[in-house]
Nanobody, 123 residues
């Protein structure tokens, strides 16, 4: 099983930036597609971004396209989420997750999850 640990969350003003990191250990990181999801209070967990292990192709929710960038460092077993132009509606707990399926945006297909990191954007 892959173990995932997120870091980099915090409090930022609207318009600001944060960079989340997700460190992986325990299995061959390169074989997993990686995703970021988020969950705000009283809302369902939603897809944010994903990156393929084989092609490096990236996928984004419409709400973050053009503002967030997902990337991965296979040698360092780490995936990143660069978040720019943050908005108060981006406030949520952000989770890193891993899957070996091709259903990048569906959290039901992810079987490894980190503990989450809080991102709060003030207006």
């Amino acid at each position: 099983q892959l173990q995932l640990v997120e870091s980099g969350g915090g409090l930022v003003q609207a318009g600001g930036s944060l960079r989340l990191s997700c460190a992986a250990s325990g299995r061959t990181f390169n074989w997993y597609n990686m995703g970021w999801f988020r969950q705000a209070p009283r809302k369902e967990r939603e897809f944010v971004a994903a990156i393929s292990w084989s092609s490096g192709n990236t996928y984004y929710a419409d709400s973050v396209k053009g503002r967030f960038t997902i990337s991965r460092d296979n040698a360092g077993n780490t995936v990143y989420l660069q978040m720019n132009s943050l908005k108060p509606e981006d406030t949520a707990v952000y989770y890193c997750a891993a899957t070996q399926s091709g259903y990048y945006s569906d959290y039901n297909y992810y079987n490894c999850w980190g503990q989450g990191t809080q991102v709060t954007v003030s207006s």
